[in-house]
C-alpha cells in the first residue's frame, strides 16, 4: 500500500488526510458522535456544516465550505427523530450535488423506513422504496449502509449501494466477552434471521438454532416455538435490529425454559424505544449488544446490561475505499485492523 511493508491488497492501515484528497466529510445531526469517530479513523476534519430550524419547522441547511469537485459523504442515521433527520440528508445531498460536487455519497449506518420493504397486507406502502425514490431525485450517487432489514432493500435504489455487514465486529465481541462461546449456540428469534445465524455459527463453528414466531399485529407476538436444542448451553440472540424488545424477552424467557444456562442478545441496530429498557432489565440476559449505528449513550446510563460495539472502523474504511477506488469486499468477512 506504500504505507507500510505489508505486501497484502487487503492491508487497511491508518492513512492520514494528506493520502486523501478531494474529500469532504459531512455529519447530520442524528449521531455526531459516530461522524466524530469515523473521522478520526479516517484522519481527516469533519466539513462545516450549518443545520438549523425556522419558527415553522421547516428544516435549513447550509454548506460551510466549498465542495465544488469534491468526492462528498454525508453521515445521518436513521435514528431518533426520523422524518427531520431524513429530510436533513436529503437537503444535504442536494446542497452538495448543486454545488458541483463530483460525487455524493450517502452514508446511512441504519436505514430509515427500512421494515416498510414489503406489500404485506391490502394498500400498505413500501416506504423503504420510497425513501430509496427519494435519496436518488435529491442527487445521491451512491449509498453506503449497514445490516438492511432486507437485502432487497438494494434492488430498490438505481444508484451502487453497499451493505456493510456488522458480523465481523459482532464475532469479535463474542470471542473477547463469553468466555465459553466455544459451547455456545447462536439463536435467531425468527426466521427470516435464519441465514445471519448460520453464517456466524458456521464461522465460530458452534451449533445454532431457531425461534419460529406468530405476531398478532405490528410489535406484538403471541407465540414462539424453538427449533434447536439448548439444554446445559450459553444461547446467544442475534438479530439486525431491537425496537420495543418484545420479540427478545420472550425469546430469552423461551431459551431459559428450554434449559440454556445463560443468555446474550447482540443487535446491530439498537433502536431501544418505548419499553424496551423496562423489558431489557426484567429479561433473562445476561446483556445486550448493540452497535452504535444509533446513539446508545443516554440508554446505556438507564440501562446497564446494554453493552456497545463500535462499527466506525468499518463504515471508515469503506469510506477510505470508496473515495480510492478499493473493492469493500474485504470487509463483508473481517473487520479493519
Not at 46 to 58: G, H, R, W
Not at 194 to 216: G, P
Not at 262 to 268: A, E, R
Not at 296 to 311: E, F, L, N, P, T
Amino acid at each position: 500500500c506504500g504505507l507500510c511493508s505489508c505486501a497484502s491488497f487487503a492491508c487497511v492501515c491508518v492513512r492520514g488526510s494528506t493520502n486523501m484528497p478531494n474529500i469532504k466529510l459531512f455529519a447530520g445531526s442524528s449521531h455526531s458522535g459516530l461522524a466524530l469517530k469515523i473521522s478520526q479513523n479516517l484522519g481527516i476534519d469533519l466539513a462545516k456544516v450549518t443545520s438549523k430550524k425556522f419558527a415553522n419547522q421547516e428544516t435549513s441547511v447550509e454548506i460551510g465550505e466549498s465542495v465544488r469537485g469534491e468526492d462528498v459523504y454525508i453521515i445521518q442515521s436513521g435514528c431518533g427523530e426520523v422524518n427531520d433527520h431524513l429530510m436533513e440528508l436529503l437537503i444535504m445531498i442536494n446542497a452538495c450535488k448543486i454545488a458541483s460536487a463530483s460525487r455524493v455519497t450517502a452514508v446511512i449506518p441504519c436505514y430509515p423506513y427500512a421494515r416498510q420493504d414489503k406489500k404485506d397486507k391490502s394498500r400498505a406502502p413500501i416506504s423503504a422504496k420510497l425513501v430509496a425514490n427519494m435519496l436518488s431525485v435529491a442527487g445521491a450517487d451512491h449509498i453506503i449502509t449497514m445490516d438492511l432489514h432486507a437485502s432487497q432493500i438494494q434492488g430498490f435504489f438505481d444508484i451502487p449501494v453497499d451493505n456493510l455487514y456488522a458480523e465481523p465486529a459482532v464475532i469479535k465481541w463474542i470471542k473477547l466477552n463469553i468466555e465459553s462461546w466455544r459451547d455456545a449456540v447462536i439463536v435467531s428469534p425468527d426466521a427470516g434471521g435464519a441465514k445471519r445465524v448460520t453464517a456466524i455459527a458456521d464461522i465460530l463453528n458452534v451449533n445454532f438454532a431457531l425461534i419460529h414466531k406468530e405476531r398478532k399485529r405490528a410489535n406484538e407476538v403471541a407465540s414462539m416455538v424453538l427449533v434447536g436444542d439448548v439444554t446445559g448451553r450459553v444461547a446467544v440472540l442475534v438479530d439486525d435490529m431491537a425496537d420495543t424488545c418484545g420479540t427478545m424477552a420472550l425469546a430469552a424467557k423461551k431459551l431459559k425454559e428450554a434449559g440454556a444456562c445463560k443468555v446474550y442478545g447482540i443487535m446491530t441496530h439498537g433502536v431501544l424505544s418505548g419499553p424496551a429498557l423496562d423489558r431489557i432489565r426484567n429479561a433473562d440476559l445476561e446483556a445486550l449488544a448493540v452497535t452504535n449505528t444509533i446513539p446508545q449513550a443516554g440508554k446505556m446510563d438507564q440501562c446497564d446490561k446494554i453493552k456497545v460495539i463500535d462499527i466506525s472502523n468499518i463504515l471508515a474504511e469503506a469510506i477510505r475505499r470508496t473515495h480510492n477506488g478499493e473493492s469493500v469486499s474485504y470487509l463483508f468477512s473481517h473487520e479493519p485492523l
